[in-house]
């Protein structure tokens, strides 16, 4: 069994994605690398195989007719889902797709980007600012 070495990093290119929605919103989202492990296998090239950890960050900006009353509090959309099904809202378009680029302690450089996948509106459920709330599935690549 490898076992697996936390290593240190710093940001070297860490960009914001707009999604523009066939709603009227634009979400903006950024996925931030929180931590990465050498894993000690490698690629059929011989690179290494890491495995990393991220956090997504979600803004949502609406046109009025969406916004309300802020939420005290949205529960787990795992909640939400029981009562209603959230809303799928179709994505216009994307912009900013940028790789972003990490530098390992080791000198290595990885670069991450994330493919998002589907954009769900939580009905009735709003931001501190009135913004509904929206969930964004993505997948994160990484290339060494």
Do not use: C
């Amino acid at each position: 069994m490898h076992r697996m070495k936390e290593l240190d990093f710093r940001a070297r290119k860490e960009e914001w994605v707009n999604v523009f929605l066939e709603d009227g919103s634009v979400i903006r989202f950024k996925s931030v690398l929180t931590r990465v492990f050498d894993t000690g296998q490698r690629d059929m090239l011989g690179e290494p195989i890491y495995r990393i950890d991220s956090q997504n960050v979600v803004v949502a900006r609406s046109p009025e007719e969406l916004r309300g009353q802020p939420s005290e509090f949205v529960p787990p959309i795992q909640e939400i889902a029981k009562n209603r099904r959230p809303t799928v809202v179709r994505i216009k378009a994307i912009v900013g797709e940028d790789w972003n680029e990490y530098e390992l302690e080791d000198g290595s450089v990885i670069r991450t980007k994330t493919v998002i996948t589907k954009v769900l509106r939580l009905d009735g459920y709003f931001d501190p600012y009135g913004n509904p709330v929206y969930v964004v599935q993505s997948q994160m690549i990484v290339a060494t």
